[in-house]
C-alpha cells in the first residue's frame, strides 16, 4: 500500500478565514512533506518533517502553520491567505529523508477569494 | 547547481514510442525519479534510478542514464492515450534532508 490521503479535495476560503489541509498515511514513513504546485508548473517544497520534527521550512509565510500531530499525519493550518496563495497543496510521505523515494496524495485544490 | 531541465512539450501518435529527456547539473545527485501527473491529479511515482546504474527497465518503461553527461530520458514503449500527462524528472540529494529538485516537467499528448 502506497497510499496517501489528503481532505479535503477542494477549499474555497475567505482571505480572513481559518482552515486546515489534512494528511494521512499508514505506511509507517517518518517523513511528510508539504509541496504548493501552480498550473503546469513542478511542486515547491514548503516544510519537511522528520520523526515529527519540523526539519525544513523553506521561507514560507507564516500565514501557513504546519503540524505533524503523530508519525501518521501531518496538517496545514491556514490563516489570513491572499489570492496568490491559491494553488494545489500536496502532502507526501517517504520512509526517511535521505534518498528514498516520496509518495505523494491526490492533493486539495485551494481557491482563496 | 540545482537546475533540473526538460523540454516542456511532446507530442506522438498512439502506438509509437515517447522519450522525455532531462538534464541535470548536480553530479552528488544518488536517485533520480520520474514522477506521472494527470490533470487535477497528485503526482505518481513512475520509477527511479540508482547514480550507479545505466539502465533500468520496467514494462513499458525504460530509464537511461548517462551520468557523465548528466542527462536522464524516460521511453514510453507503445504509448497509449492513458500516457498523456506531465512528466517530471526529479533529482535528490541525501545530504540535502529530502529535498527533490524538480525538472518543469514536460507535457505528453498521445494523439490516436
Known amino acids: 500500500d502506497t497510499e496517501v490521503t489528503q481532505t479535503p479535495k477542494h477549499l474555497v476560503m475567505g482571505m480572513t478565514n481559518k482552515k486546515s489541509l489534512k494528511c494521512e498515511q499508514h505506511?509507517?514513513?517518518?517523513?511528510m512533506y508539504w509541496y504548493k504546485q501552480k498550473a503546469k508548473k513542478p511542486p515547491e517544497l514548503m516544510f519537511v518533517?522528520?520523526?515529527?520534527?519540523?526539519?525544513i521550512n523553506e521561507s514560507v509565510p507564516s500565514r501557513f502553520s504546519p503540524e505533524c500531530p503523530n508519525s501518521s499525519l501531518l496538517n496545514l493550518h491556514l490563516h489570513a491567505l491572499q489570492p496568490e496563495d491559491s494553488a494545489l497543496y500536496l502532502c507526501?510521505?517517504?520512509?526517511?529523508?535521505?534518498?528514498?523515494?516520496?509518495?505523494f496524495g491526490p492533493g486539495t485544490r485551494l481557491t482563496v477569494t | 547547481g540545482e537546475d533540473v531541465e526538460q523540454s516542456l512539450f511532446l507530442s506522438v501518435r498512439e502506438g509509437d514510442s515517447s522519450v522525455i529527456n532531462c538534464t541535470y547539473t548536480?553530479?552528488?545527485?544518488?536517485?533520480l525519479y520520474w514522477y506521472k501527473q494527470e490533470p487535477g491529479a497528485g503526482l505518481q511515482l513512475l520509477t527511479y534510478?540508482?547514480?550507479?546504474?545505466d539502465m533500468k527497465q520496467d514494462q513499458r518503461l525504460t530509464v537511461l542514464l548517462n551520468k557523465k553527461d548528466k542527462h536522464l530520458s524516460l521511453r514510453i514503449a507503445d504509448t497509449q492515450t492513458g500516457d498523456s500527462a506531465i512528466y517530471f524528472c526529479a533529482e535528490i540529494h541525501s545530504n540535502q534532508g529530502g529535498k527533490l529538485i524538480f525538472g518543469q516537467g514536460t507535457e505528453l499528448s498521445v494523439k490516436p
Open positions: 548536480d553530479s552528488s545527485s544518488t536517485y
Open positions: 507526501a510521505s517517504s520512509l526517511g529523508t535521505g534518498s528514498y523515494e516520496q509518495y
Open positions: 534510478i540508482f547514480s550507479n546504474m
Open positions: 518533517y522528520s520523526y515529527e520534527k519540523l526539519s
Open positions: 505506511m509507517g514513513h517518518r517523513a
